[in-house]
Nanobody, 121 residues
Framework: QVQLVESGGDLVQPGGSLRLSCAAS????????MGWYRQAPGKEREFVAT???????NYADSVKGRFTISRDNAKNTVYLQMNNLKPEDTAVYYC???????????????WGQGTQVTVSS
């Protein structure tokens, strides 16, 4: 059994910062990549950022220069540092991991339960 647990969502004013965390736990054999997606009310879930096991990162154009994704491999944890937040960043942020559990021969996608980020004055 594998779990992803996010934390760090909050209400913040425009221009402010937040740091999200996501810890993967359970019967993990290998994590290939971890990342973040978000879903605003009435919209589809969209890609935000990802980081692969070799530390290669990728960002959505809308967050480049403002968000930074990082990873602590020893803790199976991924972080999303969000600076200069805008009202349009308001969404539920979901953690995603592509990993192989000890009970599987292939890597699968896993999702966290989501954490709310609200940017408003």
């Amino acid at each position: 059994q594998v779990q992803l647990v996010e934390s760090g969502g909050d209400l913040v004013q425009p221009g402010g910062s937040l740091r999200l965390s996501c810890a993967a736990s359970g019967s993990i054999f290998r994590i290939n990549a971890m990342g973040w997606y978000r879903q605003a009310p009435g919209k589809e879930r969209e890609f935000v950022a990802t980081i692969r096991s070799g530390s290669t990162t990728n960002y959505a154009d809308s967050v480049k220069g403002r968000f930074t994704i990082s990873r602590d491999n020893a803790k199976n944890t991924v972080y999303l540092q969000m600076n200069n937040l805008k009202p349009e960043d308001t969404a539920v942020y979901y953690c995603n991991a592509n990993l192989r559990s000890t009970s599987s021969l292939i890597a699968l996608e896993y999702w966290g339960q989501g954490t709310q980020v609200t940017v408003s004055s």
